[in-house]
């Protein structure tokens, strides 16, 4: 980890000298004021287009796209382009870094917001607001609120996806609960006399003290106890916003309350032992052979057809359902948070485009199309007639869409309408995607806030994490809560992270 911060750092060294003196050389022309979207007239040859991101994709035909490419070939003929996709998921970072600093720039990067803001500081990327006007098919796509997630001091530096939804929430075994004569719980006090009786009381009938209550990956196991005391335990995403006020978690008195009630759980024995280091799958092996009864997972873990079959040949009785949200002593009940300035991967620029209206003009006009719902229903699902057909407002995956749009995902540039495009791909799912869309959580702002100088963010998180879990094992006292929060602002410069966050919320209307 650290050899690769390292490496990190240099190529980030590298790209605020070669590439600033790169840039500084492709100042602004009067080429690069925007000309407009959609071309009238076709270009004589297909404009080149590179887009890279960290992505893998296996189609039909094996790993990497399949021979027949029908959406990039569609595109193509559609658009007038030759589009490349550039897909890594080996160190694309370091890759994506050091071929920006040879000016080897692909002309789409997928990026997270932490690696647009510093590009962005690095003077490398295009500005997007004076394109915005162009981009009326994408805006309408996207949301003109969710817009604004790109912008970064104050220039849209990216242009995000449209929004997923959160999803996960406990899943129970409604036959252990039925073999034992127990209610559903409700409440977080229930959740816990039921994760002991699943402990305690052998709910599989063989015999043995072979069971455990509660399993999943690391503290988000425990969201939706944090969430009934109205906090969260996610390190990169503490600041929740209520009724136009934020409270960072870590500074809400209801988080010891919140700690000191999982330390319970795991002093009871009746969780994992082993939640803070379990992979997704360990997880599931543990609740799918019938050793756990309820485990933090999304419908997209435990219910997919394929996953049922999984856990229905090792235990043929088992009935995984849904929970609600437990309530907490004071009636909150959120199944986790949800950040509503999170949009996943953006679409960001090099500033070089600058210099290539027409490549820019192109650009702009694949993202307006597949923001359309001809070209949205091409990237999410294939060809029309081929690999779904319509009637009326509803899509239908055919057999041959199930067995070769798979990879479709990639071309998503600006996002897919979410909740439909899970229900229509997943049509023996939809209810379990729609029950946990609907759950209520806990709203955070933390990816709206541009990382201020001074703050390790990397290094704080880190910190905090650390610390939460001695509490939850009881190797750090509660009653030391209070040095944890003087040293996360001494040793980690934690309030001008706070600080920035005030700041920076009521600068973009959230509070007042």
Not at 191 to 216: H, M, Q, R, S, Y
Not at 478 to 493: P, Q, R
Request: aromatic content about 10%; some cysteine.
């Amino acid at each position: 980890m650290r050899k690769s911060m390292r490496k990190n750092a240099t190529l980030a060294i590298i790209l605020s000298t070669s590439l600033l003196a790169a840039c500084s050389n492709n100042s602004s022309s009067p080429e690069t004021t925007p000309t407009g979207g959609a071309s009238s007239k076709p270009a004589a040859a297909p404009i080149k287009i590179e887009i890279m991101q960290d992505e893998t994709v296996s189609s039909a035909d094996g790993p990497g796209f399949p021979k027949d490419d029908f959406i990039k070939n569609e595109l193509n003929k559609k658009l007038n382009i030759d589009l490349t996709m550039t897909l890594d998921t080996s160190d694309y970072l370091a890759k994506l870094n050091t071929r920006m600093a040879g000016g080897n720039f692909p002309d789409v990067m997928l990026l997270m917001k932490e690696q647009v803001q510093q590009y962005a500081q690095n003077g490398v990327l295009l500005d997007m607001g004076p394109y915005l006007d162009k981009l009326t098919d994408y805006k309408k796509f996207v949301g003109a609120d969710d817009v604004k997630k790109g912008v970064v001091s104050g220039k849209q530096y990216a242009l995000p996806k449209a929004p997923g939804f959160a999803t996960n929430t406990y899943w129970i075994r409604k036959d252990w609960l039925d073999k034992l004569n127990l209610a559903v719980p409700t409440t977080v006090d229930e959740l816990f006399n039921v994760a002991k009786a699943f402990t305690e009381n052998d709910p599989d009938g063989n015999g043995k003290k072979d069971t455990l209550g509660i399993t999943g990956v690391g503290i988000d196991t425990f969201a939706p106890v944090f969430g009934a005391y109205g906090v969260t335990p996610s390190a990169a995403t503490l600041t929740v916003l209520n009724k136009d006020k934020i409270v960072n978690s870590l500074y809400d008195p209801a988080m010891k309350d919140a700690l000191t009630t999982v330390k319970k759980f795991i002093d009871a024995g009746v969780v994992d032992p082993e939640f803070m280091s379990n992979k997704p799958n360990t997880s599931k092996d543990k609740a799918f052979q019938g050793k756990i009864g309820i485990i933090f997972d999304g419908w997209s873990g435990i219910i997919k057809d394929t996953t049922v079959k999984i856990w229905k040949q090792a235990n043929p009785n088992a009935d995984w359902i849904q929970l609600t949200a437990p309530k907490g002593p004071n009636g909150l009940q959120y199944a986790s948070k949800v950040d509503i300035a999170s949009t996943g991967k953006m679409l960001a620029f090099p500033k070089a485009l600058e210099k290539q209206p027409e490549k820019i003009n192109k650009i702009i006009e694949l993202l307006n199309y597949v923001s359309t719902t001809e070209g949205n229903r091409l990237v999410d699902y294939g060809l029309k007639d081929v690999h779904y057909k319509v009637d009326g407002d509803k899509i239908t995956i055919t057999e041959q869409g199930q067995k070769e749009s798979g990879y479709s995902f990639v071309y998503q540039f600006t996002g897919r309408p979410e909740l439909a495009y899970l229900q229509t791909k997943f049509p023996a799912q939809a209810k379990y995607i729609e029950f946990e869309k609907s759950l209520p959580r806990l709203q955070v702002i933390d990816k709206f806030v541009d990382m201020p100088n001074g703050y390790n963010k990397a290094d704080a998180e880190r910190f905090i994490q650390e610390k939460l879990t001695e509490f939850i094992y009881g190797k750090t006292p509660i009653a030391d809560y209070d040095k944890f929060l003087t040293t996360l602002e001494g040793s980690f410069n934690y309030k001008v992270y706070t600080d920035a966050v005030t700041k920076q919320a009521k600068d973009l209307g959230l509070t007042k």
